[in-house]
């Protein structure tokens, strides 16, 4: 029996129409993203779905890793995916969405588009700034996963959240926010209008920093934070399709 929260690749072949690399939130693992990858592939994509370092394991775990390796494992997936032989996307929820958005200012060559889903790139709890500090007296804190509107879907987290990977969280933001001007792919975004976890200002921030000349936002208006597990799940994975199908005519006719 497959364990959904292991990370996974759906290769269809030479009849793919492109590569989605699908990356999960802090705390959380590629479970979240699995619905979404099958309705993907479904309609003709490859998925890869990394697990980063860290996550899928106790709060304990998390807590020695870093963003520097989640971004890497995030690139390394980048390279399986561009393996395929087919134009690659980027998608990401939460901090899976900071990442892809790092990964578009590294490697945005690379990258035919990106879709993200509740993206963070700052933090506007008042306390946020203590984490460097607060790790030494306080490890860990309540469990931020499930922040969800349907009330029989449980996503799954570590049981914590370890304050010291959410130091290193912090610091991804602080070199990515400044570099979003090197964001030049095409972006869909999509927001959930209450959100618990992230505020939807930072998906305002985002579109304000990126120079990407199409940019395509959506508000979800029954979901939470794990929007992709939520009430709108299925306007995030059909709106992910629409902008990948449009963004590969478009590249056709660059080319033609």
Known sequence: MTNDSEEFTFDLGADAKATMVLCHGFTSDPASMRPWGEYLRGEGFNVVSPLLPGHGETWQVLAKATWQQWYRRLEEALDEALALGRPVFAGGLSMGGSLCLR?????????????????????????????????????????????????????????????????????????????????????????????????????????????????????????????TLDYDAETIFSGSVEFMNRQLVKARGVHD
């Open 103 to 227: 990964l578009a200012e590294q490697r945005g060559g690379d990258l035919s588009g990106l879709v993200l889903v509740n993206p963070a790139i700052f933090d506007d709890k008042p306390q946020g700034f203590l984490a460097p500090v607060l790790r030494y007296v306080m490890p860990s804190v309540a469990s931020i996963g499930s922040d969800l509107n349907k009330p029989d879907v449980r996503e799954k987290t570590t049981s914590r959240t370890p304050v010291a990977a959410y130091a290193s969280l912090r610091r991804l933001w602080a070199v990515t926010r400044p570099e979003l001007a090197r964001v030049t792919v095409p972006l869909r975004i999509f927001t959930s209008a209450e959100d618990h976890v992230v505020s939807p200002r930072n998906s305002a921030v985002i579109r304000a920093g990126v120079r990407s000349k199409d940019v395509e936002s959506t508000v979800l208006p029954r979901s939470f934070h794990v929007a």
